[in-house]
């Protein structure tokens, strides 16, 4: 069983950064894709940012640009770089594995845009 913890979110005004960080209880990111998703309330789970076994990324348009997925396989660690920030990115974040089963969903982080 894999365990998937999600940190680095908080409270960050319009046009700022942040960086997440997802860190997994065994050796995963280099085996299959990975994602970062987030929900936003009242929203669906969302996929915005993948990175693949063979180190590809790939983001949803509404990220792209903006964002960077990355990964440490020594640490067993996944990042999500977040620049210019927009009140529409507040929602939970989450990592897992992407375009197969997923593991079990982590707590997630909450990142709020906010003046």
């Known amino acids: 069983q894999v365990q998937l913890v999600e940190s680095g979110g908080g409270l960050v005004q319009p046009g700022g950064s942040l960086r997440l960080s997802c860190t997994a209880s065994?050796?995963?990111?280099?085996?299959?894709?990975m994602g970062w998703y987030r929900q936003a309330p009242g929203k669906q789970r969302e996929l915005v940012a993948t990175?693949?076994?063979?180190?590809?990324?790939n983001y949803a348009d509404s990220v792209k640009g903006r964002f960077t997925i990355s990964r440490d396989t020594a640490k067993n660690t996944m990042y999500l770089q977040m620049n210019t920030l927009k009140p529409e990115d507040t929602a939970v974040y989450y990592c897992n594995a992407a375009w197969r089963s997923p593991y079990s969903w982590g707590q997630g982080t909450q990142v709020t845009v906010s003046s």
């Open positions: 065994r050796s995963i990111f280099s085996l299959h894709a």
């Open positions: 990175i693949f076994s063979g180190g590809s990324t």
